[in-house]
């Protein structure tokens, strides 16, 4: 690791290692999704200890654990996927439980772009990830994050007459280099 060429390399090891994983395994997932080095999939609840130790036996180099759904529900990145009544999957945003929704502060003396980017950042996440039953709660949670931020939604920043500008120092970049 370190080389900018190694996580190419990771992710060809991985794509070859995933295609041996699956031609060989004793049972198929439903969905496979990886990303990076997390890795999802549906199997059957009596299926899931053998596709484990499949995975785990074919290379020394690589060991996987897994996490089985609770309640219903199942993180992966930042998705938050749940079981629906129906056995179908719906997906909104997951947060994990030590995040804080602080974001930059209104107040701050950021950028104005750097400031309107938290919000824009939130909602198109929001909109990207969460499915129609969970889409109109997650905005909310959104606009509610952004108000204690002292952030305007995007379309607030639209609002009204232009601010006057203000003068601001330059800005410099420093690059230290150790003796």
Do not use: W
Not at 73 to 87: E, M, Q, T
Not at 126 to 135: G, L, M, T, V, Y
Request: charged residues 25%; hydrophobic residues 35%.
């Amino acid at each position: 690791m370190g080389s900018p060429v190694s996580p190419v390399v990771a992710d060809i090891f991985m794509e070859d290692f995933e295609q041996k994983a699956l031609d060989t395994a004793p049972a198929k997932p439903k969905m496979y999704k990886r990303y990076v080095d997390d890795t999802f999939a549906v199997l059957p609840n009596d299926k899931v200890s053998a596709f484990l130790d499949h995975l785990n036996s074919i290379s020394s180099n690589i060991k996987f654990t897994m996490e089985l759904e609770a309640n219903n529900k199942l993180a992966f990145l930042d998705v938050l996927i749940l079981r629906n009544p129906d056995n179908t999957l719906g997906h909104t945003v997951y947060r994990k439980p030590t995040h804080t929704d602080k974001y930059l502060n209104g107040s701050s003396h950021h950028h104005p772009s750097q400031l309107a980017t938290v919000g824009k950042s939130l909602f198109q996440r929001a909109r990207k990830i969460c499915d129609e039953n969970h889409i109109a709660g997650e905005l909310q949670h959104v606009k509610r994050v952004l108000q204690r931020n002292q952030l305007k939604t995007p379309h607030q920043r639209h609002k009204g007459p232009k601010p006057p500008s203000v003068e601001r120092d330059n800005y410099f970049y420093f690059s230290f280099h150790p003796f």
